[in-house]
């Protein structure tokens, strides 16, 4: 599975946001079930951040993020965040969890 969490920043704040982003990795990569992560900016509105984690599945994902240091590491990049969902599973995913076709 894979999570977007979509940041807004204005642009006087983005060495900030990508200087946060690398601790709140390394973090998380030391967490079980990480896969891989990429920051990402709007082509569009270069207020918009995009970044993207990988999971072995939604649990690890949600184990992840209620560690004590991803907490601590995530809070200046959370500030950020946009309240949207951000939890994605694969279409072959779907259907087993769900049983839809």
Do not use: C
């Amino acid at each position: 599975m894979f999570a977007v969490t979509r940041l807004r920043a204005p642009q006087e704040d983005a060495e900030a946001l990508i200087a946060a982003v690398a601790p709140l990795l390394a973090a998380l990569s030391s967490r079980p079930g990480f896969r891989d992560a990429e920051l990402g900016r709007s082509a569009d509105d270069p207020e918009l951040w995009a970044l993207v984690t990988r999971w072995d599945g939604v649990g690890a994902y949600r184990r992840a993020l209620s560690a004590t240091e991803v907490k601590i590491t995530g809070a200046p990049v959370w500030v950020h965040a946009v309240d949207e969902p951000s939890v994605y599973l694969p279409p072959e995913d779907v259907a087993r969890n769900t049983g839809e076709a």
